[in-house]
């Protein structure tokens, strides 16, 4: 049974329904496996060998309308494959899910009509004729009605300033050009609902804020959801209040991006600059075995101490040597999740 | 209705590709030609040795290889470079660029069978119609209403395998991504350029009811030269029904096992 | 001559074309079924008498044993010389110490033995099918190989000055479409050159066309008497002279215009 969402809204606005619910969805890929040879491969034939390939395993989390989440995790952790069960490219293997009030994977059009999907990395459009024309065959599969496309389409192109770009074919376009019509592609049906694949992929950093500009403006005037993956923590940082990150198929964080650090992360640094030269610094610090040194940047020292240590390291190395300057700073993002990367734990 | 208007649609966004494209269209001009003269000289060749072949004359077997330019014609329009940029070399499919197609709210069978369109094959189409226009003329014929509308039926159904054979094989390409099945039933196609009596019984056999690239060329020809049997052509439209349906499963189980919705 | 550089060629070749043999078979399977239609369109027409002294038996051993030879002799190679020409490949060929035609060689000749390792079963299986009539004796088989080894040559050649004319003109290619269309008029495929009507009998019989294709095949069936072959093999080795001499010319001065204008 699907009911639009919105009518759900306007009647139940104290407590609106999460337009996205994920419960316990898994995916496992049957992959043949072909060993080298002749004499497998006609032994394959006859007795088909498998071996069964995990790609995400019982991940739960709602969505509500209008946020925007960051989906993040190392290549291979299953992201890809949730964003393609969610836009019912693909079945899973077990679980459920509920998107705007529909079943993703039964692909109803109706359904199809109400989210986008932009691929940094593949491009949705005919390169050889100029994107306007693929906007408009796509208007016609959307169903658009004419005016709505018109003034849908003028808005988008005013606020990318594409003018210049609609009649030059595709293949002439810079990569930035062509995301920015990627973008519109994806957005002039006005779907309740967009998943990003890495939409900044290869783009130079002032082309990236522009977008990450652009996405965030358009998230709050039309209300879209929007699940969004990036490898660069730009993106997330900027654009995602909310991160969810995913490991070995698995859901190991949901929750807010600062408190990820917190949550993962549970050490400061603290950085120490000294007026005059310190002998036997490392066996100074010695004494807290928790504490560890990392490598010297322009003669400033930096420690991780443990949150919990901080206030009495701090006093410590204050009333021992001769500090001329003190920070304490989170972590860099990037440094918490590489470090979850490398060691695949919290 | 609205499937009406995503065709033209389709064809208008695919002619605008064509002439950007600016491939030489005396070059395409001269492979067509080329074409067609090697088919008409096969035929004068042939039967500058022999009067009749196994009950087939000149004029017949002309108005034969004029069903096969159309339906090679109708194949270039449409069917072939639709299913080509799903199945073919360089396909959605191999390249992975697939879920773009799969995301759209239109039925797949539908987007993939006429979603490209190569307008050029037109100049194919009225050379097929010129070769039967001028077989008629040498047969002399006695058209009756009946062997026009039987014709025109039996033609339906020739396109119609064709898309059959041709789907069924790109279908395939959902099992094995790697392998160019398309090319294989465009292969056995041009055993379709000749009456399928002529070949010995056991490929007659395999041509008229496994790959019935026999059927989709002999059976209109023998309509408009008035040698075919009624029961003969009920039973090519029955199978013709039961080719379609059978192609159009593959092709929904073949995208079942893309999604993964059968473990 | 570089030797070890020519073996090595050839190596790399065969690796990366015995990886993706299934693509090749699949090539080989459509260059084999145009040639099989006219093993049955004969046949039938042959019936159970003969066509020009030929019975049904021997126009199915004709054809069968085409079936290989035009396999051997086919000039795959000369299809990618104007991509090369136009995307610069040549450029990085020149500058090796040796000369570019060897990389048409070694692919020629690495080609040929994936080729063959489909063609050979096949045609093999299909003469178990067919049972066709060969009279072979060791004096038409002695004259075969050098006939055979000219007639890949003179095929490869004809067809690289002809696609070397890439330097001066962008689509080269179709006249390598236009070479195969000539061949199979001209060529034996269309018809056994004796079962031409007789203008074009006497054009096959002067043309270069029958020399690339037909005339070993000829040779091996023991459709040529004395006289026959010894004028079939001195044109052959006319026409295959002319076409070295013709590379020669085209690609001196097609690299002199293609290193003036900068490649």
Not at chain 2, 25 to 35: D, E
Not at chain 3, 39 to 45: E, P, T
């Amino acid at each position: 049974m699907s009911f639009p969402y919105k009518t759900l809204r306007r009647q139940d606005a104290t407590q609106p329904e999460p337009i996205i619910q994920v419960s316990h969805l898994t995916k496992v890929y049957r992959v043949p496996e072909r060993a080298p040879g002749l004499g497998a491969s006609i032994r394959s034939l006859f007795k088909p060998q498998h071996s069964d390939v995990p790609a995400v395993t019982d991940i739960s989390f709602t969505v509500e309308p209008g946020e925007i989440v960051g989906l993040i995790g190392p290549n291979g952790a299953g992201k890809t494959t949730t964003l393609k069960m969610l836009s019912g490219l693909l079945y899973p293997s077990s679980g459920e899910a509920q998107v705007a009030g529909y079943t993703p994977w039964k692909r109803q059009p109706d359904y199809l009509r109400r989210i986008s999907m932009v691929m940094g990395n593949r491009s949705a459009l005919n390169w050889d004729i100029p994107p306007l024309d693929s906007f408009r065959v796509l208007s016609q599969i959307y169903r658009v009605p004419p005016d709505q496309y018109r003034q849908t389409l003028d808005e988008l192109i005013a606020t990318l300033d594409m003018e210049a770009l609609l009649k030059k074919p595709v293949r002439n376009l810079s990569l930035g050009e062509r995301m920015k019509c990627e973008l519109v592609a994806g957005l002039l049906y006005q779907p309740d609902i967009m998943f990003l694949d890495e939409p900044t992929l290869g783009l130079d950093v002032a082309m990236q804020r522009r977008l990450r500009t652009f996405l965030k403006a358009y998230n709050e005037q039309h209300t879209v959801t929007v699940i969004l993956t990036s490898h660069y923590m730009a993106d997330v940082t900027a654009l995602c209040p909310r991160v969810m990150l995913i490991h070995h198929g698995q859901l190991i964080y949901d929750g807010a991006l600062h408190a990820l650090a917190a949550r993962l992360a549970p050490f400061k640094l603290v950085r120490l600059q000294f007026s005059t030269p310190v002998e036997n610094f490392d066996d100074f610090v010695a004494q807290w075995p928790a504490v560890e040194q990392l490598p010297v940047e322009n003669g400033s020292r930096t420690l991780r101490v443990p949150r919990a240590d901080v206030p009495l390291v701090t006093a410590r190395l204050l009333e021992s040597l001769p500090v001329a300057d003190l920070s304490v700073e989170d972590p860099p993002i990037e440094a918490v999740i590489d470090q979850i990367y490398a060691e695949g734990t919290l | 209705m609205h499937h009406l208007k995503l065709i033209g649609a389709f064809f208008k966004v695919s002619s605008q590709a064509e002439l950007a494209y600016r491939v030489n269209f005396f070059i395409r001009l001269l492979h067509s030609g080329l074409n067609l003269l090697t088919g008409v000289l096969s035929l004068v060749v042939i039967f500058n040795q022999v009067e009749v072949i196994k009950g087939w004359d000149m004029p017949a077997a002309l108005a034969l290889l004029g069903v096969y330019l159309l339906l090679g014609a109708l194949r270039g329009l449409f069917i072939g470079p639709s299913l080509e940029s799903v199945a073919g070399m360089d396909g959605e499919i191999w390249t992975g660029t697939y879920d773009f197609t799969l995301l759209r709210p239109v039925d797949q069978q539908f987007l993939i069978s006429f979603r490209h369109w190569r307008i050029f094959a037109l100049v194919d189409l009225s050379m097929a119609i010129g070769v039967l226009v001028y077989a008629l003329v040498l047969l002399g014929a006695q058209l009756t209403i009946g062997m026009v509308l039987s014709f025109l039926l039996t033609l339906l159904a020739g396109v119609t395998l064709l898309y059959a054979a041709l789907l069924a094989f790109s279908a395939l390409v959902f099992w094995n991504p790697g392998f160019l099945f398309t090319w294989v039933i465009n292969d056995l196609f041009q055993l379709a350029r000749y009456p399928v009596g002529l070949y010995p019984g056991w490929l007659r056999l395999v041509l008229t009811w496994i790959i019935p690239v026999g059927l989709m060329t002999t059976i209109p020809a023998q309509a408009l030269v008035g040698t075919l049997s009624p029961w003969m052509m009920l039973l090519t439209l029955a199978f013709t029904l039961a080719a379609f349906l059978g192609a159009t499963w593959l092709f929904r189980h073949g995208l079942k096992k893309y999604t993964s919705a059968s473990s | 001559m570089n030797q070890r550089g020519g073996w090595a060629l050839i190596k790399n070749t065969w690796q990366s074309w015995i990886q993706h043999r299934g693509f090749f078979f699949l090539l080989a399977f459509g260059w084999m079924l145009p040639l099989l239609v006219y093993l049955f369109i004969w046949s039938a027409a042959a019936g159970d008498g003969t066509i020009a002294g030929l019975t049904q038996e021997s126009l199915a051993g004709y054809y069968l044993i085409l079936i290989l030879t035009n396999q051997l002799t086919y000039a795959t190679t000369n299809w990618t010389v104007g991509d090369n020409i136009r995307y610069g490949q040549i450029s990085r060929w020149l500058l090796q110490p040796m000369s570019p035609i060897y990389h048409a060689l070694s692919q020629e000749i690495a080609g040929k033995v994936v080729f063959m390792l489909f063609s050979i079963p096949i045609t093999g299986l299909l003469a178990l099918i067919i049972r066709p009539q060969l009279n072979l004796t060791w004096g038409q088989a002695l004259i075969f190989l050098p006939s055979i080894a000219l007639a890949w040559a003179l095929r490869f050649f004809w067809g690289y000055w002809l696609a070397l004319l890439a330097f001066w003109v962008t689509r080269a290619d179709s006249l390598l479409a236009l070479q195969d269309s000539l061949i199979f008029l001209l060529g034996g495929h269309l018809a056994p050159i004796a079962l031409l009507p007789p203008g074009l009998q006497t054009l096959a019989r002067l043309l270069p066309f029958r020399y690339m294709s037909a005339f070993p095949v000829e040779v091996l069936t023991g459709q040529l008497g004395v006289q026959e072959t010894l004028i079939g093999l001195s044109i052959q080795l006319g026409w295959t002279v002319l076409a070295i001499v013709l590379y020669r010319w085209v690609w001196t001065r097609g690299i002199r215009r293609y290193e003036a204008v900068g490649g």
